[in-house]
């Protein structure tokens, strides 16, 4: 048996927390995903090693694999366990949805889109934060890749270059640059950088993460997330010519054979401009 399948059965046996049913499911789960762990090649793991990279590689091979979202919640919820057995719960996030695991129902048909307007941009005193929440709202990025972007090795004149050193995954993507506002934002963002990133010279990127946190939470901004959630959803609409069922759109069961085909193009587009690569992940965004 290898390490850590022993010590993670061990874990399991000296704690005894919830049902038999419970007990029996979680001890099957964590097994499964230390075989998963060595067959994606992390090898020498122990209960302790479990870090923030184990963990997005196994929803990665998961979705990858189309496990179902309700398999995938219960896996999460074990891999939780672990974490908080052997005091490490920081290196799993809090929600499912940082992952592109809804919490609840998949299909949710409600949005949770998030828009900016010059008001709340203006309660934000730091340019760089300023021009990161604008960057979010205009190509539909994370905070971290809003925050590490070089404007200027980024603009491709018609499309933005991430680098993989930016993007979640580590996975280099396009996105395409389609509108003058997007383009004024993109340039207004260039000029302030110069050829560096939206991180001042005198900061790290942990250090502009919290000054990020602290303008965002003093200007009353929260849910930025929903920025996205905005991105995806005005790109269903400019791809298709309706909006998406999170905004009031058809349901998918409505749909003729043709949009079915075309809502399932624009789709895997709009998961791969987001950074995601199955287009199962966009019912977070758009609904079904």
Known sequence: MKNLNYQLKQLCQN??????????????????????????????????????????ALVKHWQVGDISIGTQKNRMSALRWWAQKVDRQNVIARSNDFYGIP?????????????????????IKDDYV??????QQAFGLRREEAIKIQPHYADRGDHLLLKDSWTKGGKARSIPIRTDSQRKILNRASRLAGGGSLIPPARNYVQQLRVYER???NA???????????YAQNR??????WQCPATGGPVLKTLTHEQKISDRQVRLTISKELGHEREQITTVYLGR
């Open 215 to 217: 303008h965002t939470s």
């Open 103 to 123: 919490e609840r129902s998949f299909v949710t048909n409600v949005s949770k889109a998030k828009d900016l307007n010059s008001e709340a941009l203006g309660r």
């Open 220 to 230: 009353g901004l929260s849910k930025l997330h929903g920025l996205r959630h905005a």
């Open 130 to 135: 300023r021009l990161s929440l604008m960057l």
């Open 15 to 56: 704690n005894r927390d919830g049902s038999y049913s419970t007990q029996h499911n979680r001890e099957r789960i964590l097994t499964l995903a230390a075989d998963q762990l060595h067959a994606l090649g992390y090898r020498g793991l122990d209960a302790r090693s479990l870090k923030p990279k184990h963990v997005e």
């Open 236 to 241: 269903y609409v400019e791809l298709t010519g």
